[in-house]
């Protein structure tokens, strides 16, 4: 039988594209490879896990497994305005996303403390681990430290953009987000008190077609998870320094 005299050519010319391509329309499509399931897998992870702040929704309730602390430290964790000397003001109208997360300590906290601190939790050990595995960024405690202290400017996926004696500035490596830490006198729990700043910028990136500054459909899906692993990570900070003394 010719490819003409198929009776499907005759009676629709859709199926006759497919006749003369070799393809019988009654025989269903070829599955995917399971190779390509996997790559699609990996890519999708992969977008996830290159977000400093963490999107994996599960890691937000590790701290309860990992501390003694009390769940209603979680409360303690409040959103607040961006302070007025705050190295991360300069995203603040740059037509992307800030945000500023603050809590306090019942004594003096250094900033290289709280620095070292917060990236060496348990909690942030996890993305550490996945930027290594997804993106072959690996890092160390040691490495944490030395940030904190000023003697490396770069940290797993981050490199330091700015300093101050009670800042630091990070953007990640494909430049779209930035991290910001900082330390301040809290009158609010007496002269030794110290207030904790953790804080986040998106940069926009510039649309293909119309050139225009955009966040992202992956950023607005994703919006509500950065906010409460935001609180996460300052509340897994903030109970590691309850529990040492330095």
């Given amino acids: ?15 006759s594209k497919l006749v003369r391509a070799g393809i019988s329309p009654t025989e269903p499509a070829p599955a995917a490879a399971p190779g390509s399931r996997w790559r699609l ?21 590790l701290p309860q497994f990992i501390t003694r602390e009390p769940v209603r430290a979680m409360t303690a964790i409040h959103s607040c ?12 109208g740059s037509g992307g996303y800030t945000d500023c997360y603050v809590t306090e300590l019942p004594r003096a906290v250094t900033h290289p403390e709280f620095v070292e601190a917060f990236y060496t939790t348990a909690v942030f050990k996890l993305e550490r681990l996945l930027l ?12 944490a430290a030395q940030l904190a202290r000023g003697e490396s400017e770069s940290f797993a996926a981050w490199s330091v953009e700015g300093r101050a004696p ?4 990070l953007t990640d490596f494909a430049g779209r987000t930035r991290s910001w830490l900082m330390v301040a006198p809290s009158p609010g729990t007496g002269p030794a008190g110290t ?6 910028a998106v940069v ?16 607005t899906a994703l919006l509500g998870f950065h906010r409460l692993y935001s609180r996460v990570l300052l509340r897994a900070a903030r109970s590691r320094l309850s529990r040492t003394r330095h």
Wanted: glycine share 6%; charged share 15%; net charge positive.
């Fill in 195 to 200: 207030r904790l700043y953790f804080g986040s």
């Fill in 132 to 143: 290594r595995l997804f993106v072959s960024r690996p890092s160390t405690d040691l490495q």
């Fill in 1 to 15: 039988m010719t490819p003409h005299s198929h009776p499907f050519a005759r009676s629709n010319p859709c199926r």
């Fill in 166 to 169: 009670d800042q630091l500035l």
């Fill in 81 to 92: 305005p961006l302070p007025a000397e705050a190295l991360l003001h300069r995203y603040g």
């Fill in 204 to 219: 926009p990136a510039s649309g293909s077609r119309s050139g225009r500054p955009r966040m992202g459909v992956a950023f």
């Fill in 41 to 61: 897998f990996a890519n999708t992870w992969l977008v996830t896990a290159l977000n400093p702040k963490g999107i994996v929704f599960f890691v937000a309730f």
